[in-house]
């Protein structure tokens, strides 16, 4: 053997011990995150009933979808630190079981106060699933490994659009079955699959690569020698540190402008496809499943390529760009096909991103500042999909046009790509350099 092929071994050995762990963790968290999407954005096809039926103006649905958010903003932090605390298994386990509840639970929602305070309490509940999931991966995955499968796993999210459109528009047609409206029928079935799974997962997960016994030993020794010699990065004093990185705030920018697009077309797709065609719910669901059919093999394409090159910014920036530009074609599209066809470009654009930009934080934070600097990234990012959906309805009610909207969502799509550009983050150089053993010298 040679010295090249020595050199291979550990790569080649590290690539399928890297396989074992997609193959055993991201399939199921996958299913999780399709469940924990499902819960949060049936709304927008409850409102092709519900709107009518509780007399709920579009302002009133578009703060009432986006109060989500707010729930969720508030209870980010410290839902990720009490999993930072006493694990994942446990913890994503009660937050399912928690939001499955209060999802079904929208089945009585009956007026604007109702309605505001479920969808609150439905993201608080949700608050630490997204980012514990985050931190989790990285406490199993390599640097090199991530951003594909941050990206495996975020598939979830466009494929629950996928999924999600034509079952949630079948659901609506069980209208006035056994005395409950289809809206109402949608949600107490749709809340369910995440009481059953939070059990699940108390079975399924470890914690931690040294408690997973499905690895074998010399597996398990490699895993934490290759985690153990990850860059020392900034930050790693604890939560404080993340305050006050700058790089933490920016990011916080970037993903804000990312879920303002995001949720302000996800949460309005529904009525936007009804306003241009007058077609059936089921017929709007399966729709409103096409734009998410091609971002789903998007997002993967961008993430693997940007792990294969160590690229993060521009692999960000250039779908965000993209989407931007369809949100404008999309706002001057006045038939259903040329409006899907936008609508699919910047939907592709907005899940490409998902993938690189969630590799930055965990290349630049460690230990307890990754966990609080995640939760901050994704507590203020999401805070856009409050703006997201209440600026598209608060411009519907006063014009009766979405055209007004699309272009405010899609300018903030725009400002979270050019924002990507100017974060700076450790080079490929940096973190190859440690996986070999040399010391690099770090760039603040």
């Known amino acids: 053997m040679d010295a090249t092929e020595r050199s291979r071994e550990p790569e080649d050995v590290m690539e399928a011990v890297v396989r074992r762990l997609t193959w055993r963790l991201v399939p199921f968290l996958f299913l999780l995150y399709i469940v ?30 986006g109060m989500f ?32 509840v209060i999802s079904s639970s929208m089945v009585f929602v009956s007026g604007p106060r109702s309605f505001y305070t479920l969808r609150f309490l439905l993201g608080a509940a949700e608050a630490g699933f997204f980012p514990g999931v985050i931190l989790y991966l990285k406490n199993w995955f390599p640097a090199r490994a991530r951003a594909r499968t941050v990206a495996r796993f975020m598939t979830a999210a466009p494929l629950s659009g996928v999924v999600g459109g034509p079952l949630s ?36 997960l470890v914690d931690r690569p040294a408690q997973a016994r499905w690895l074998s030993a010399a597996e398990r020794d490699r895993l934490l020698a290759a985690l153990g010699n990850e860059p020392p990065v900034s930050g790693n004093l604890g939560v404080f540190s993340a305050m006050r990185n700058g790089r933490i705030w920016l990011l916080a920018l970037v ?49 693997a390529h940007s792990d294969r090159s160590g690229e993060r910014r521009w692999h960000a920036a250039l779908p965000a760009f993209a989407g931007a530009i369809a949100l404008t074609g999309a706002a001057y599209a006045t038939s259903v096909g040329p409006a899907i066809l936008a609508i699919s470009i910047a939907v592709l654009g907005v899940f490409s991103m998902l993938g690189p930009f969630w590799a930055m934080p965990t290349g630049i934070l460690s230990g307890a500042a990754a966990a ?42 725009a400002m979270s790509g050019a924002i990507a550009l100017i974060v700076k983050l450790p080079s490929p150089e940096e973190h190859r350099s440690h996986e070999t053993g040399r010391a690099p010298s770090l760039r603040e």
């Open 372 to 413: 609080a600097g995640i939760a901050i990234i994704n507590s203020i990012g999401n805070l856009g999909g409050f703006v997201g959906p209440y600026v598209i309805g608060i411009v519907h009610t006063s014009s009766g046009q979405f055209k007004g909207g699309l272009l405010l969502v899609g300018a903030a799509l």
């Open 255 to 303: 993903y804000f402008g990312l879920n303002t697009a995001s949720y302000g077309i996800s949460l309005w797709l529904p009525k936007l496809i009804r306003s241009l065609s007058g077609v059936s719910d089921l017929k709007i669901g399966l729709l409103s499943a096409i734009p998410y059919v091609a971002a789903a093999v998007a997002m993967v394409l961008v993430g």
């Open 169 to 204: 528009g079948a659901l609506l047609g069980l209208h006035i079955k056994g005395g409950l409206a289809g809206w109402q029928w949608m949600f107490l079935i749709e809340g369910i699959p995440a009481v059953l799974f939070g059990a699940v997962v108390l079975v399924y």
């Open 36 to 65: 924990a999407y499902l819960d949060r954005i049936n709304v927008g096809f409850a409102a092709l009933q519900m709107q009518r039926q509780l007399a709920f103006t579009d302002a009133v649905y578009g703060l009432g979808a």
């Open 69 to 100: 958010f707010t729930g969720y903003f508030f209870f980010q932090v410290p839902s990720n630190l009490v999993l930072q605390r006493i694990g994942a298994r446990r913890w994503i386990a009660v937050l399912m079981v928690t939001w499955g």
